[in-house]
């Protein structure tokens, strides 16, 4: 962390420069640039035409890359969507923050309707600490972390919400499971299948549609105010059960999951379009990145590609854990680039401090890296990439070296059950269906020959041990001080599902909880 | 065909259009474009930044791409080095031209030194043919097509060579089997690891320079004489053994693959640089593909990527058979496009006869689309593609959907000796290891929604049934109208290598040639 905060000084240095070449806000004084993160949900490293995917549907994002920057080495902090979103937004793995769970080992968890779980109070939100530099923030899209009174995003730093506190999974018959609401701001405006319709044959939905339009009216707005903005725009499209509205459905050569792509590219180009129109390109960074790698259960229909990594969500393996990530600031990054550099969306964090002018905070461990000097000035920083399920460190990156401490991608069980993360794929001793150690003797891969993950190195060579001696004290160093978080993820109640969610009454739409169970959840993966 | 020849009707029009806006001859005379193929050796289709291969370390490569169209959907005539560049230079599938064997169902077959045949002279070359539009066409590289003195690219319409006939394999002892030669036109000027080294330890070698040279040369003389000019840059660097120069060796983030890759992409800036600097890029086709998929049983340090697609050079899968393929030509085509037209390097034949305004040879079948109208006006015309074994047609793909007729990796026995054509991948009943018939029940895949081909369509359903009634008879109409040529490659002489290839003499090279004894060659695969 010591050379991270030098850099930290440097950035903030140099940021004065920046704001002073950025426009001015009301008072007539430099305003830090807008914040705009398009958070993608299961979209994989592959999708993307830029990222080869060979139907190539996606103009707008290659048009974002060729006029920004790329980072085909860019990383999730957890292979499923709620602690990736909890790392994103606070800085920190998720076994610092909390979202993880203690149940079985190197399970991941997340937040279905039944965790009691959520963000903590403790945590420091990233919309929280930009609004000292007068950001107004909103979340349009999918919330996950938690969808309790308490963790509501309004109550972590954002001034406006829009969307929903979990997945969009249903149909449901609201006995069992309420269908999950989707919320403005503090209150519910009705629930998916309902108000907010998703049609499970067709696939038709209008929510991309609808969350464009709170993308831009947000944008409208804080641009008339002169006030600087972060938009989260957390859109769940390519998330089981995939959707698109009518004018998309059927026009990808990839199917359903294909028309969904479709519809966000164009919406991001609708953004972009904003944006310019407005005249605030130079004014507003942009990052696009997803949650976690593409979710190969859900394949072909309902599910997306990671390209040449090995298998998906849910796993940590690259397929699991490498994310598609662009950014786009005309006129600061220069454009067509591509950055070697190790991210991670935990980068996003400190990355937006840094663009806002805003220390760090200094009474915790923040993993996120300010990826400024990489975007600006081709800096590349040495840092590790540490993919955890649960509270398991499975593995850690570092340079182009891999090591697996653990493999594992689902159980016997399950995948007697049909259930594989790694569809097509098998590497014999990797692709393991039961938790294999590897602490001793960690398999160690070469991303850069390797990135499929096949050919581990031979425990014999010159190269494995100098890798071994690199990368052991990095995780000694890390294990030795980490303190985890009060584990979030532990305890299940179906009383604490979304029976009645603030504003149900004034709809009519409040359901009957049952009674209150508390239990251990069941994380099967 | 009769729908191609109308195309080619249209074609011949439209170029005299093109021709006008082109160079005039030395005559004062329209003159027909250069047309400059450079073909890779076992590169992948995952290979190249724009196709989405992680380290991207192909910027001259990408740009290519990005001033020009990209393919793809491009493929090979057969998943093997010889038989692939025998079907580019006649446009005709290797089951027409001779180039496959007879001796083992479904075996690969190509042209090692000690092959007997080699591409007969009823088969009419390009350049042959392009000879008859006043063109003057050089080999740069391998030539595959037979070694023996009747197959000489200089008996095949091509005035200038510089390269091998066969792979660069070795080293040998010039006892049991003698180096390759390399020739100049029609005389060898050395050999593979004696006066051209490759040193297989370090993985130096200044071939590609060499080659490089060999092509800005040609194309300074040409431009200097005023002659529309044919160059077949057939350079090898990234076939096992993999070499780069000295300048190149140790700069990839790939290993020694990546080195050569990186050779290959400056290489290729230079070429397309000294075009630019000659001003006459309106006047030069560019088409840059590969001659069939990476060898994955190389991979990873001496092979490379097929991005997403199942398995690599060897077996009838997408990674066996589907090429990066980009096509440069300023003034005519449009920057930054993407045709998703199914092609086949056999196209390269018929685009070229209809760049040069020459007729197709119309005493015989050929299978090569021309491709024109794609580049020039977007046009996307159906066509079959059809992936061959030797004399076996193992699948077909039309439209999204590809039918396996049969399915085979490598046979156990090879297999088990640790041989596998699909390292890391295993498709339950489509990687298989004997020769599985599907002919009664194609195994069909959309390509669009699966590219990785894991999913079967199932059998039961209506989209399988409309499949076939479009299939059936597009390959019911192919048998019934094939004609295999006189199979070239079934009988093999230890007494043919190149002991004493001409020149040797001169050079003190020429070795002796053991009896002469004639057997059935063996394709394993």
Not at 226 to 255: C, E, M, N
Not at 314 to 337: D, N, S
């Amino acid at each position: 962390m010591v050379a991270m905060e030098a850099v930290a000084a440097v950035m903030r240095w140099r940021l004065l420069l920046v704001l002073s070449a950025a426009g001015l806000g009301a008072l007539g004084v430099p305003q830090p640039p807008n914040i705009l993160l398009l958070l993608m949900d299961d979209m994989g490293w592959g999708d993307l035409g830029v990222y080869g995917e060979p139907s190539r549907e996606t103009p707008n994002l290659d048009r974002m890359a060729a006029e920004g920057m790329l980072f085909p080495n860019f990383y999730t902090a957890n292979p499923l969507c709620s602690p990736s979103r909890a790392a994103l937004l606070t800085g920190r793995l998720p076994i610092r923050n909390g979202f993880y769970t203690t149940n079985g080992q190197a399970r991941n968890a997340y937040t279905p309707q039944e965790v009691v779980g959520g963000i903590p109070d403790t945590e420091l939100l990233l919309p929280e600490l930009l609004k000292k530099a007068g950001y107004v923030s909103k979340i349009v899209g999918k919330w996950h972390l938690g969808h309790r009174p308490q963790f509501h995003p309004l109550r972590h730093g954002f001034d406006e919400w829009f969307g929903s506190p979990n997945c969009h999974f249903g149909p449901y018959d609201n006995r069992a499971r309420p269908n999950i609401p989707v919320y403005r701001d503090w209150e519910m405006v009705g629930r998916f299948y309902e108000e907010f319709p998703i049609d499970l044959k067709t696939g038709e939905a209008n929510l991309t549609q609808i969350y464009l339009q709170e993308a831009l009216d947000f944008i409208k707005r804080q641009q008339a105010a002169q006030r600087p903005f972060f938009l989260y725009w957390a859109i769940d499209a390519t998330h089981a059960p995939v959707y698109a509205s009518k004018p998309f459905l059927g026009t990808s050569q990839r199917g359903r999951y294909g028309d969904a792509v479709r519809e966000i590219d164009d919406s991001v180009g609708k953004i972009l379009s904003l944006l310019q129109d407005l005249k605030i390109t130079k004014d507003t960074f942009v990052f696009f990145t997803s949650d976690n790698g593409a979710a190969l259960i859900s394949a072909p229909k309902q599910g997306g590609s990671n390209g040449p990594f090995l298998c998906g969500k849910q796993t940590t393996f690259e397929g699991g854990m490498r994310e598609p990530a662009i950014v786009w600031w005309p006129g600061h990054i220069a454009a067509g680039q591509v950055s070697h550099q190790l991210g991670n969306v935990m980068d996003l964090f400190t990355t937006s401090l840094s663009l806002a002018g805003l220390e760090l905070p200094s009474d915790r461990m923040i993993d996120g890296l300010d990826l400024l000097p990489s975007m600006l000035q081709g800096q590349l920083v040495d840092r590790p990439i540490f993919y955890y399920r649960g509270n398991t460190l499975m593995a850690v990156t570092l340079g182009q070296y891999k090591a697996h401490f653990w493999t594992w991608t689902n159980s016997w069980e399950e995948f007697r059950q049909g259930i594989d993360f790694c569809p097509g794929q098998n590497v014999s001793g990797v692709t393991t269906h039961t938790q294999e150690e590897h602490t001793k003797l960690p398999l160690v891969f070469h991303l850069g020959r390797d990135p499929g993950e096949r050919y581990p190195l031979s425990f014999a060579s010159i190269e494995y041990l100098d890798v071994l001696r690199r990368i052991t004290p990095v995780v000694q160093q890390h294990q030795e001080a980490l303190v985890p978080g009060q584990p979030q993820l532990n305890v299940c109640n179906q009383a604490v599902m979304n029976w009645t969610p603030p504003g149900c009454e004034k709809l009519g739409k409040c359901l009957t909880p049952p009674e209150s169970v508390p239990e251990k959840c069941s994380w099967p993966h």
